[in-house]
């Protein structure tokens, strides 16, 4: 049987990779899950496609409160585990996922009373809002399970254990793939979905999922006393998770809120902008696939070391994450500006869709590098239980900025649909810039 990972005494590199590899595998398939998605619903025309990119925003909330409470668990799992306090992690867990089914039953209602609004805010309307709802309303309907593995997963991560997560994810993606169409054509008989085909597709491997997941946190010592009891509400706790839940879940949630404010002004160049810009974005996502699971890896590997007192090994883990993060990038980049154009014709032969995709991804290429820089040294804040940074951030990168620079590239130097792609590389990297001098004055000061 392999050895089980010291986050507090193994080397900082041979961590990383153990950790990061499997979770960057498993966020590829986990892509590609979506890739897939954007492919078959490239079988029902333009209009499906554009739906997709219009419902982003809306799932991606569902997705931002997940992500958000299952770093927050996460974080204080690591710190009492790497503590040596088994039972506050335990109980930290099970008060996790009673926050999460909450939070997901909230959502849904929310989002069934939101999501026609928002999308006519967007410019839909007739046929092309109703196929956007169509999609929606079953993700919707589903979004405790959509919820739930990641916060499921949020125990093995703290141990350093992201093999399960790398399953599930290639496993799902190999579902979606009969799934899909199954739902979708209407094969064997059942009826023809359309988009709603996708998502109920989506919401079944989560389901899937959360289960495979939950077999494997029952071997885990998060589970080891876990009692039905433990699920009772405690105040404590509660608000413990929340305080690096919530700003967790905000930051995430400012990504979608970008991606309305993205949409919003791309929509003044037409519904093709508008699929670019969905397809181009997802080709942006698998190419940064090597570099999320650092994000797991510096989460993890901090949150112990806080835990333990391991302050040096606190700064060596940050910087070392950042270090390969962006030399993966610089390379991404590259690789994208080679095969933009026959990228974007994998998903769609319409050739105004093709050109702006191809035109966001030249931008997309100078910008890519500047990820990691970003997302790991907020996630390395995380592991020190200090989520708020991230926020901060999050609402610059996401709505601040790009409000004034959009408006100020696009319509004041007429520099057109340019002024979105360029103006998104701005952005990214002056947080990029900040984050790192910030990262530096904090992170390294506590482990000086």
């Not at 109920?200 to 080891?224: D, F, M, N, P």
């Not at 030399?327 to 590259?334: K, S």
């Not at 520099?415 to 001098?437: E, K, N, Q, R, Y």
């Amino acid at each position: 049987m392999k050895p089980a990972l010291s986050l507090t005494t193994d080397p900082i590199p041979k961590l990383t990779w153990q950790i990061a590899l499997p979770m960057s595998i498993g966020m590829f398939f986990n892509t590609m899950f979506n890739v897939v998605d954007t492919f078959c619903a490239g079988w029902l025309g333009t209009e499906a496609l554009a739906a997709l990119s219009l419902s982003f925003p809306v799932f991606f909330t569902v997705f931002a409160f997940g992500s958000g409470i299952a770093q927050g668990t996460t974080a204080l799992l690591s710190n009492s585990l790497g503590g040596g306090n088994s039972s506050d992690a335990r109980q930290v867990f099970a008060q996790a996922l009673l926050f999460v089914i909450v939070v997901g039953l909230i959502l849904s209602f929310a989002g069934w009373l939101a999501a026609p609004w928002l999308f006519r805010q967007l410019g839909a309307d007739g046929a092309y809002l109703g196929t956007a709802l169509a999609y929606m309303n079953v993700i919707l309907a589903g979004g405790v399970f959509v919820l739930l593995p990641m916060v499921v997963n949020s125990a093995l991560s703290a141990e350093g254990n992201t093999l399960p997560y790398r399953n599930f994810l290639i496993a799902g993606f190999l579902a979606n793939l009969l799934l899909n169409p199954l739902f979708i054509l209407g094969w064997f008989g059942l009826p023809k979905m359309g988009v709603g085909g996708i998502a109920l597709a989506t919401v079944i491997v989560q389901i899937g999922g959360g289960l495979y997941l939950w077999s494997h946190v029952a071997k885990s010592e998060v589970h080891r006393g876990l009692r039905f009891h433990d699920l009772k509400p405690d105040r404590d706790t509660l608000c413990r998770i929340a305080g690096q839940a919530v700003p967790a879940a905000l930051n995430m949630l400012t990504i979608a809120i970008g991606v309305f404010v993205m949409t919003w002004f791309v929509k003044n160049f037409g519904q093709e902008a508008v699929a670019a810009t969905g397809i181009a974005t997802r080709i942006e996502q698998i190419v940064l696939m090597p570099s999320i699971g650092l994000n797991a890896a510096v989460l993890s590997i901090v949150g112990q070391n806080y835990g333990a007192g391991h302050l040096h090994r606190v700064r060596e883990a940050w910087i070392t994450n950042v270090k390969y993060g962006a030399l993966m990038m610089i390379v991404g980049g590259l690789l994208v500006v080679l095969t933009r154009d026959l990228a974007m014709r994998v998903f769609t032969d319409d050739p105004v869709v093709i050109a702006h995709g191809r035109d966001y991804l030249l931008s997309a290429s100078l910008t890519l590098a500047a990820y990691p820089v970003l997302f790991v040294t907020v996630f390395a804040l995380q592991g020190l239980k200090r989520p708020t940074y991230g926020l901060w951030i999050g609402l610059y990168r996401q709505l601040v900025a790009p409000i004034v620079v959009f408006h100020t590239l696009i319509f004041t130097l007429g520099w057109g649909l340019w002024g979105v792609w360029w103006g998104v590389c701005f952005v990214t990297w002056s947080a990029a810039i900040f984050s790192f001098f910030w990262g530096w004055k904090r992170i390294g000061g506590r482990a000086s």
